[in-house]
C-alpha cells in the first residue's frame, strides 16, 4: 500500500466502521483489545464513531511511517489524552509540540546517547541487588505482588540516576504520587482537571498532588544548584549543563521540572510493566526460561551483567522484544490531522482524531503469523531484516520515538539478567491475570506470584 499523499484526497471515501450499535459494544471492551478487533473485522484503515468523537485507526506499517515520520509534522498531539496527561507532565517532552518540542529534544538527546546510559547498568545492578538480598529472605510460600516489585526496583532506578541519592527520603511519597497520576486518560475525574477551576472532589485531590510534585522536583533541583556540585554525573546534573547550540541557554525552572516528571513517570512505569509482561509470559512458557537461564549461566556464570555483556546475551533481548510485542507498555497513541491525508484508498478529513495501537499492530497477521503465539524467535537478527521497520513500535517511531528506549532496555534486560540467574517466579495457581489500558499496560489487579531460589 503506498504511503503517497494524493493532491485532492476529496474525492476518495471515507473508511469504513461498526455500526452505532456495534460502536457502543466496543466501548465495553478495553481500548487495546476494541482497536484489534476492529482492525480484524475492517482492515487496517477503520472509522469508529464513539460518544466523544471519531476515531480514524490505523493498522498498517505504511500508514503509520507515514504518520510518525513521513508527513509528522502534519500530525500534531492535540488531542484530549495528551491535554489530560499534560496536567501532570505539563510541556515535557512527551505533550510538548513545534519549535519548543524540538529545541528541547536537541538539547536532551547527547544525556541518553547510548555512551552515556551504559554506565548507569552500575546503578541499576546495585538497586536489583538490593531487590535480590530482599527476595532470599522471603519464604518460599510467600506470596510476593511482582508489579509492586518492579514497580519499586525500577523507580529505584530511575530516581537515582536522575537525582542520585538525593531522593531516597522522599522515594515512597513520590511512587504513590505517580500511582496516582497514571490513570486512564479518559476517565471522568481525569477529564475534570482540564476544567480545573470546577469545584468538585477529584480536581481539589489532584491539585493538591500536583502542587505537591511540583514542590518535591523544584527543590531537588534548588537543592543541587546551590550545592554548586557537578560531580555526580546523573542526569539532574547533565540537564543542568546542558545548553542549545544556538542560543547558549539552558531549561527554566518550569521547563526542567516538566522535564523531570516526565523522565520519574515515563522512566519507571513503562520498565516496570514491561518486566511484569516478561515475567509472566515465561512462567506460562517454561521452555524459554529454562534456554534463557542457561544462556545468562553460561555467559554470567551468576554474576551481574553490564551493558558490555549485552551483545553476548542474545536471548536475553529476544524474550523482552517479544514480550512487548505481546504486551506493550505503551499500548497506543493519538494524533490529531492538520490536513486532509489519504490511508489505503481512504480518506481522512483534516481535523481528525487519529489512532495507532501498538497492541494491534504488533499482532498485525500479515507481519506476525498466528499473534498471539509467545515466541521470541521472530526478533531472531536474521529474521528482522525481512520484517517492515513500522510494524514493530513498543517505544513509538520517528522524530517523536521515546528518547529513553536505550535506557528502558538497558534496565529491563540487567534486572532479569540478573534476578533469573537466583529466583525462579511463579504465578499463584488460580489467580486471573487481567491486563488494564491505564497511561501504560498495566495488570488490572496486580501479579501475585511465589519466588524461591533456583
Same mark, same amino acid.
Given at each position: 500500500?503506498?504511503?503517497?499523499?494524493?493532491?485532492?484526497?476529496?474525492?476518495?471515501?471515507?473508511?469504513?466502521?461498526?455500526?452505532?450499535?456495534?460502536?457502543?459494544?466496543?466501548?465495553? #471492551?478495553?481500548?487495546?483489545?476494541?482497536?484489534?478487533?476492529?482492525?480484524? *473485522?475492517?482492515? *487496517?484503515?477503520?472509522?469508529?464513531?464513539?460518544?466523544?468523537?471519531?476515531?480514524?485507526?490505523?493498522?498498517?506499517? &505504511?500508514?503509520?511511517?507515514?504518520?510518525?515520520?513521513?508527513?509528522?509534522?502534519?500530525?500534531?498531539?492535540?488531542?484530549?489524552?495528551?491535554?489530560?496527561?499534560?496536567?501532570?507532565?505539563?510541556?515535557?517532552?512527551?505533550?510538548?509540540?513545534?519549535? *519548543?518540542?524540538?529545541?528541547?529534544?536537541?538539547?536532551?538527546?547527547?544525556?541518553?546517547?547510548?555512551?552515556?546510559?551504559?554506565?548507569?547498568?552500575?546503578?541499576?545492578?546495585?538497586?536489583?541487588?538490593?531487590?535480590?538480598? @530482599?527476595?532470599?529472605?522471603?519464604?518460599?510460600?510467600?506470596?510476593?505482588?511482582?508489579?509492586? =516489585?518492579?514497580?519499586?526496583?525500577?523507580?529505584?532506578?530511575?530516581?537515582?540516576? %536522575?537525582?542520585?541519592?538525593?531522593?531516597?527520603? @522522599?522515594?515512597?511519597?513520590?511512587? =504513590?504520587?505517580?500511582?496516582?497520576?497514571?490513570?486512564?486518560?479518559?476517565?471522568?475525574?481525569?477529564?475534570?482537571?482540564?476544567?480545573?477551576?470546577?469545584?468538585?472532589?477529584?480536581?481539589?485531590?489532584?491539585?493538591?498532588?500536583?502542587?505537591?510534585?511540583?514542590?518535591?522536583?523544584?527543590? %531537588?533541583?534548588?537543592?543541587?544548584?546551590?550545592?554548586?556540585?557537578?560531580?555526580?554525573?546523573?542526569?539532574?546534573?547533565?540537564?543542568?549543563?546542558?545548553?542549545?547550540?544556538?542560543?547558549?541557554?539552558? #531549561?527554566?525552572?518550569?521547563?526542567?521540572? *516538566?522535564?523531570?516528571?516526565?523522565?520519574?513517570?515515563?522512566?519507571?512505569?513503562?520498565?516496570?510493566?514491561?518486566?511484569?509482561?516478561?515475567?509472566?509470559?515465561?512462567?506460562?512458557?517454561?521452555?524459554?526460561? @529454562?534456554?534463557?537461564?542457561?544462556?545468562?549461566?553460561?555467559?554470567?556464570?551468576?554474576?551481574?551483567?553490564?551493558?558490555?555483556?549485552?551483545?553476548? %546475551?542474545?536471548?536475553?533481548?529476544?524474550?523482552?522484544?517479544?514480550?512487548?510485542?505481546?504486551?506493550?507498555?505503551?499500548?497506543?497513541?493519538?494524533?490529531?490531522?492538520?490536513?486532509?491525508?489519504?490511508?489505503?484508498?481512504?480518506?481522512?478529513?483534516?481535523?481528525?482524531?487519529?489512532?495507532?495501537? #501498538?497492541?494491534?499492530?504488533?499482532?498485525?497477521?500479515?507481519?506476525?503469523?498466528?499473534?498471539?503465539?509467545?515466541?521470541?524467535?521472530?526478533?531472531?537478527?536474521?529474521?528482522?531484516?525481512?520484517?517492515?521497520?513500522?510494524?514493530?513500535?513498543?517505544?513509538?517511531?520517528?522524530?517523536?520515538?521515546?528518547?529513553?528506549?536505550? #535506557?528502558?532496555?538497558? &534496565?529491563?534486560?540487567?534486572?532479569?539478567?540478573?534476578?533469573?540467574?537466583?529466583?525462579?517466579?511463579?504465578?499463584?495457581?488460580?489467580?486471573?491475570?487481567?491486563?488494564? @489500558?491505564?497511561?501504560?499496560?498495566?495488570?488490572?489487579?496486580?501479579?501475585?506470584?511465589?519466588?524461591?531460589?533456583?
Amino acid at each position: 500500500m503506498s504511503a503517497v499523499q494524493p493532491t485532492d484526497p476529496s474525492h476518495l471515501p471515507l473508511p469504513p466502521g461498526p455500526s452505532l450499535a456495534e460502536s457502543y459494544r466496543l466501548l465495553k #471492551m478495553s481500548p487495546p483489545e476494541a482497536l484489534l478487533k476492529l482492525a480484524k *473485522d475492517y482492515g *487496517d484503515v477503520v472509522r469508529w464513531r464513539t460518544p466523544l468523537n471519531t476515531i480514524y485507526c490505523l493498522n498498517h506499517p &505504511e500508514h503509520v511511517r507515514q504518520v510518525l515520520t513521513q508527513s509528522y509534522p502534519r500530525y500534531t498531539k492535540d488531542t484530549i489524552d495528551y491535554r489530560v496527561v499534560g496536567r501532570t507532565l505539563g510541556r515535557g517532552l512527551v505533550t510538548n509540540e513545534g519549535a *519548543d518540542w524540538a529545541k528541547q529534544r536537541r538539547l536532551m538527546q547527547p544525556v541518553f546517547a547510548n555512551r552515556s546510559i551504559d554506565k548507569f547498568d552500575v546503578v541499576i545492578n546495585e538497586m536489583t541487588t538490593q531487590l535480590s538480598e @530482599a527476595w532470599a529472605r522471603r519464604r518460599p510460600d510467600e506470596t510476593v505482588w511482582l508489579d509492586r =516489585e518492579m514497580s519499586r526496583v525500577t523507580f529505584q532506578v530511575v530516581s537515582r540516576t %536522575l537525582f542520585g541519592t538525593a531522593i531516597d527520603d @522522599a522515594a515512597d511519597e513520590m511512587v =504513590e504520587i505517580l500511582e496516582i497520576v497514571n490513570q486512564h486518560p479518559l476517565k471522568l475525574t481525569s477529564l475534570m482537571t482540564l476544567i480545573p477551576w470546577l469545584p468538585v472532589p477529584s480536581n481539589r485531590r489532584f491539585a493538591r498532588i500536583k502542587a505537591r510534585l511540583d514542590a518535591m522536583v523544584d527543590g %531537588l533541583v534548588e537543592q543541587r544548584r546551590a550545592s554548586g556540585d557537578s560531580s555526580r554525573n546523573d542526569i539532574l546534573d547533565r540537564l543542568l549543563a546542558a545548553r542549545d547550540q544556538d542560543t547558549g541557554e539552558g #531549561m527554566d525552572r518550569e521547563q526542567m521540572r *516538566d522535564e523531570l516528571i516526565t523522565l520519574l513517570l515515563a522512566g519507571h512505569e513503562t520498565s516496570a510493566t514491561a518486566l511484569v509482561w516478561t515475567y509472566h509470559l515465561l512462567g506460562q512458557h517454561p521452555e524459554v526460561e @529454562a534456554r534463557l537461564v542457561e544462556e545468562l549461566r553460561s555467559e554470567l556464570g551468576g554474576r551481574a551483567a553490564t551493558s558490555a555483556d549485552l551483545p553476548r %546475551l542474545p536471548y536475553l533481548k529476544m524474550v523482552v522484544q517479544e514480550a512487548m510485542r505481546l504486551y506493550p507498555p505503551v499500548w497506543g497513541i493519538a494524533r490529531r490531522s492538520n490536513e486532509e491525508a489519504e490511508f489505503g484508498g481512504y480518506r481522512v478529513p483534516a481535523g481528525s482524531y487519529i489512532s495507532i495501537s #501498538m497492541y494491534a499492530l504488533q499482532r498485525h497477521p500479515e507481519y506476525w503469523p498466528d499473534p498471539d503465539r509467545f515466541d521470541p524467535e521472530r526478533f531472531d537478527p536474521k529474521r528482522n531484516e525481512q520484517r517492515h521497520s513500522y510494524c514493530y513500535i513498543p517505544f513509538s517511531a520517528g522524530p517523536r520515538a521515546c528518547i529513553g528506549a536505550g #535506557m528502558a532496555m538497558l &534496565e529491563i534486560q540487567l534486572v532479569l539478567a540478573q534476578l533469573l540467574q537466583r529466583f525462579v517466579v511463579r504465578p499463584v495457581p488460580g489467580f486471573a491475570v487481567i491486563p488494564q @489500558a491505564v497511561v501504560t499496560f498495566k495488570t488490572r489487579a496486580g501479579m501475585p506470584v511465589t519466588i524461591t531460589p533456583r
